[in-house]
């Protein structure tokens, strides 16, 4: 159970403070502050007794959710690239050797709902270093057209390399054909046509980085050997100065789904046959059951243990892989079902097992032992996700970006360990129905 402590409050630039005292029985036993400055930011703070590493990470909630005006998809991915760039107080070449010095890895990744900038370093001396370099980095996020129309074809490049891929065009495939409205519809990079017409869209890059590119959309997390009230005093010291955005993102809502869609692409040289089968889901929540439900459905249905997987993949050796892919989103997502074949002409056969396979989840309920397990195994996986200082760090990142808060996982395992075997059935009727589905299909080679 966790158990909220209010500290006293500190006053200057802050607005919020709590303390969580977190037991050691839960998932995450860590203890943790949060602390909102006057602009917006938020800072997640976890000192651990790990000696040395300390884990900085910037979590900027844009992704492809944010791109909700028609033709401005794949910026969330350019504004990763362009953080690398450098400011006029610090330009690229000195931002790298900078970090060379301090023996820090970096990196950042793009994804659906939010963009995330890590440095991890050792040293507790070099704190003060890293929040003043890192407030630069984003307060004074600069490029001009120039550097705008030079890095568009880089991204371009990039969008060719993912498609060579047929798992990932099949991937883009999909959501293009699931969704109608929602920004989901687009995968992170984008769609090639809006990459293409990046280099004229100067202005609304401006835009878009007034938007999202604030202390009010933006998250730190700090992890490792560091002391919190140290952390905050810099902080507070170079990040206040930057202004908030006070723009309220709204999403386009998904309308039902009323029949089945189908799509299909055709692979110009030989390749494997692949099937994916989507359904509409619900968004990630640690209060509401369908999510967690449908992760345990998943899990008991389509992992290497299930009878499925064991007749297609082991016994028949139709398929080379089957799996089960259930992401949490900040809004409702798909529930994805992919398998990658031998021989095309097993396609229907593969779809149909997909679909019997959910029927039967809707009919039968799932033995309680087996449930125990998986809910046990679920835990012990994810406590194996946080053995190092960038394991909770990196684990924990995806989380806040869904919530803000690391509670969450602990009000998601408790959510885990009250689900039965009837609420799975349930939801299995409430989402697996064929209206709600969308078929892709992907094969190749034909006449080469």
Excluded at 25 to 45: A, H, R
Excluded at 125 to 130: A, D, F, G, K, R
Aim: proline share 6%; with cysteine.
């Amino acid at each position: 159970m966790k158990v909220r402590q209010p500290l006293v409050p500190l006053v200057l630039s802050l607005l919020v403070i709590f303390h969580f005292s977190l037991q050691a029985s839960q998932v995450f036993p860590y203890n943790y502050q949060i602390e909102t400055l006057e602009n917006g930011l938020k800072v997640v703070s976890i000192p651990l007794k790990n000696p040395d590493i300390i884990s900085y990470y910037t979590i900027v909630r844009s992704g492809s959710r944010n791109e909700i005006e028609p033709g401005k998809s794949g910026f969330a991915h350019f504004f990763e690239h362009m953080m690398f760039k450098g400011t006029k107080n610090m330009p690229r070449e000195a931002y790298d050797n900078f970090l060379t010095k301090l023996g820090a890895g970096t990196n950042g990744y793009t994804t659906d709902d939010y963009t995330c900038y890590f440095v991890v370093f050792a040293g507790r001396e070099h704190l003060e270093e890293v929040v003043r370099v890192e407030a630069d980095r984003f307060i004074n996020l600069y490029f001009d057209e120039e550097m705008l129309k030079t890095e568009a074809p880089v991204i371009e490049g990039e969008y060719y390399s993912s498609v060579s891929n047929p798992n990932r065009r099949l991937y883009e495939l999909l959501r293009h054909t699931a969704y109608e409205k929602h920004s989901y519809k687009h995968t992170t990079l984008g769609y090639l046509e809006d990459i293409k017409n990046m280099p004229n869209q100067f202005a609304y890059s401006q835009l878009y980085k007034k938007r999202f590119y604030a202390p009010d959309n933006t998250i730190l997390l700090v992890v490792g050997d560091f002391d919190h009230d140290e952390l905050m005093t810099y902080v507070r010291k170079y990040y206040s100065p930057w202004p908030k955005s006070g723009y309220k993102l709204v999403t386009p809502t998904e309308p039902p789904q009323k029949k089945q869609k189908r799509a299909h692409y055709e692979w110009p040289t030989k390749t494997l046959p692949r099937l994916a089968i989507a359904f509409h889901g619900p968004a990630y929540s640690d209060t509401q059951i369908d999510k967690a439900a449908l992760d345990l459905l998943a899990e008991v249905y389509f992992s290497r243990r299930s009878s499925l997987f064991q007749r297609l993949v082991i016994d028949q050796q139709i398929c080379l892989s089957l799996s089960a892919s259930f992401p949490d989103r900040r809004d409702p997502y798909l529930l994805i079902f992919n398998a990658v074949l031998k021989d095309e002409k097993d396609l229907p056969e593969v779809e149909k097992a997909i679909f019997e396979e959910l029927t039967k989840a809707k009919n039968e309920l799932v033995p309680t032992d087996l449930l125990r397990d998986i809910k046990s195994n679920l835990k012990y996986s994810f406590l194996r996700s946080m053995e190092t200082t960038d394991g909770v760090a990196g684990t924990l990142a995806f989380y806040i970006n869904l919530t803000t808060d690391p509670g969450t996982v602990n009000q998601l395992f408790d959510l885990y360990d009250k689900i039965t075997p009837e609420n799975i059935q349930e939801m299995a009727k409430k989402y697996f129905r064929t209206e709600n589905s969308t078929v892709a299909t992907l094969t190749g080679g034909k006449g080469k």
